[in-house]
């Protein structure tokens, strides 16, 4: 009874939630003529959709439209593997690209914008072939072998920083899981909260693979950064100041609970990393 309450009350909020934010946000309606950001967006169940569905969206379209119409401007959605998303930010032919773990070679060309679109824990997992009789224990534990990962995509410290195991890089979870199934790597490295989409995505079940015993627990910040080199780098002040005053109004809240995120506490809260050593899952 009190999940049930818990639900209909979210939903009322969402509902109430225009009209309650009105005079702070109200835009005009949008325009053909209107100044264009365009907005990179690659397929990260359950964040970010733009496969298999008649139009993207996401958390980050969620959070970019009301601010984009308050400064009068269209959001155009590209839609792009990951590292295909990061290219064109990087040479500024899209202006948006959201999702992203701060790096300092990241913000030599991208200016991430405060606050964090995300904060979470989860766990960076290691998955093989049932027939894989070498467990992961530790990092230690892959030297001589190989593991599919992200390419362009930052893990956690001890991972990204190894030189003695073989990277193969795709363009998604999904091709991952899917080279290690069909036994073309050893192992395959994701994010524990995005595995189970990933998994449909490559048309397998989670009891296909192996989960290894070894994970590394992290807070994931994701935030939106802007290019540099946009021709519309000028307006990232102002979408900034924009996205605060939506973050303090209660709208980032709201699309957290929707979402399934918990909120963000302290947004000045540095990252903590914590290897741990658990059973594989059931």
């Known amino acids: 009874m009190l999940t049930m309450f818990k639900q209909s009350l979210l939903v009322l909020l969402f509902c109430l939630l225009p009209s309650a934010l009105t005079p702070l946000f109200a835009a005009p309606p949008l325009r053909a003529d209107m100044p264009v950001l365009k907005l990179a967006m690659y397929h990260s169940p359950p964040y970010y959709f733009t496969e298999d569905v008649a139009e993207p969206h996401g958390l980050s379209l969620d959070l970019l439209k009301p601010a984009a119409r308050q400064l009068g401007l269209r959001i155009e959605i590209v839609t792009c593997p990951f590292p295909r998303c990061l290219k064109l930010a990087e040479q500024g032919e899209v202006d948006i690209v959201a999702g992203l773990i701060k790096t300092g070679e990241r913000e030599s060309y991208l200016h991430f914008i405060q606050p964090a679109m995300m904060n979470f824990v989860s766990s960076f997992v290691f998955y093989s072939r049932h027939g894989q009789d070498h467990d992961i224990h530790s990092v230690a534990d892959l030297s001589g072998h190989s593991v599919t990962v992200m390419r362009d995509a930052v893990y956690f410290p001890a991972f990204d920083q190894a030189a003695d195991f073989e990277r193969v890089p ?15 790597a050893d192992y395959a490295i994701t994010i524990e909260q995005t595995a189970e989409g990933s998994f449909a995505q490559a048309g397998l079940q989670l009891s296909d693979l192996k989960r290894q015993p070894y994970h590394v627990n992290q807070n994931i910040r994701g935030y939106m950064a802007f290019s540099r080199q946009s021709p519309n780098f000028q307006l990232a002040a102002k979408l900034e100041q924009m996205l605060e005053q939506q973050y303090r109004a209660g709208m980032f809240h709201l699309l957290w609970q929707k979402y399934h995120l918990p909120a963000i506490q302290n947004q000045a809260q540095k990252p903590v990393v914590t290897p741990l050593t658990a059973t594989p899952a059931e």
């Not at 795709?170 to 073309?184: D, F, I, P, Q, Y």
Request: charged content about 35%.
């Open 170 to 184: 795709v363009n998604s979870e999904a091709k991952a899981l899917e080279l290690v199934h069909k036994g073309r």
